[in-house]
């Protein structure tokens, strides 16, 4: 049972241009979503968060959107640059656990 | 500061044989959680251990184990290895438990290959 799922395994899109990455998810009582940047023989770094209680969350050329109604949420990277090649992971927790919920990964490529 | 940091890097086992990993967190971490990647599966929660105990558990076969000692410092032995074993064991290591994963910072991992 996938309740954080990333059905995109990878994506490729050209320098400059805006990278979507697409994440839903099934368990309503998740209430704080994340998302992990990986770079190959490297652990995961946390790149961005968001808080259930908003809709939007900006951190430079990255910007994480909620939409607690479809269960779903999306990393927009603008724009992006070639060492933004990564698999990135999305994951998600509630305060009151002590888990935390990663998809499969969307695998980016950055094209110069 | 140092990282997280986990030995071996690489390991080749063969199945039914068992294996432990070590993970070392960053000084003043009291938290230590396991992770297992694989592709298309992502990163799948084991465990989580907080002053030597074990605080939360993922959906994982009772051959996975661990502990944590008193200095913070954490193993994960798997028994019986299966090749579906095969992955990228990753450890996270945050202050506290539960405090929200942006506070988890991940070591490079260990690449168990079972053969």
């Known amino acids: 049972d996938q309740q954080v799922k990333q059905n995109s395994p990878s994506l490729s899109v050209q320098e400059g241009r805006i990278s979507i990455l697409n994440c839903d998810y099934t368990?309503?009582?998740?209430?704080?979503f994340l998302w992990y940047k990986k770079y190959p023989a490297e652990g995961p770094t946390f790149l961005i968060s968001i808080s259930s209680i908003k809709d939007k969350n900006e951190d430079g050329r990255f910007t994480v959107f909620l939409n607690k109604s479809a269960k779903h949420l999306s990393l927009h990277i603008v724009p992006s640059q070639p060492g933004d090649s990564a698999v990135y992971f999305c994951a998600a927790s509630d305060t009151g656990g002590f888990k935390t919920i990663f998809g499969a990964g969307t695998r980016l490529f950055v094209k110069a | 500061k140092a990282g997280v940091t986990q030995t071996p890097r690489y390991l080749i086992k063969t199945r039914g044989q068992q294996v432990t990993l070590s993970c070392s967190p960053i000084?003043?971490?009291?938290?230590v959680s396991w992770y297992q990647q694989t592709p298309g599966q992502g990163l799948q929660f084991l465990f989580e251990?907080?002053?030597?105990?074990?605080?939360n558990k993922g959906n994982f076969p009772g051959r996975f184990s661990g502990r944590q000692f008193s200095n913070s410092r954490s193993e994960m032995n798997v028994s019986t290895l299966e090749l579906g074993d095969s992955a990228l064991y990753l450890c996270a290591s945050s202050k506290m438990p539960g405090q929200g994963a942006d506070t988890q910072y991940f070591g490079p991992g260990t690449r168990l290959t079972v053969l």
């Open positions: 251990y907080f002053s030597e105990t074990q605080r």
């Open positions: 000084s003043g971490h009291r938290s």
């Open positions: 368990n309503s009582m998740f209430d704080y």
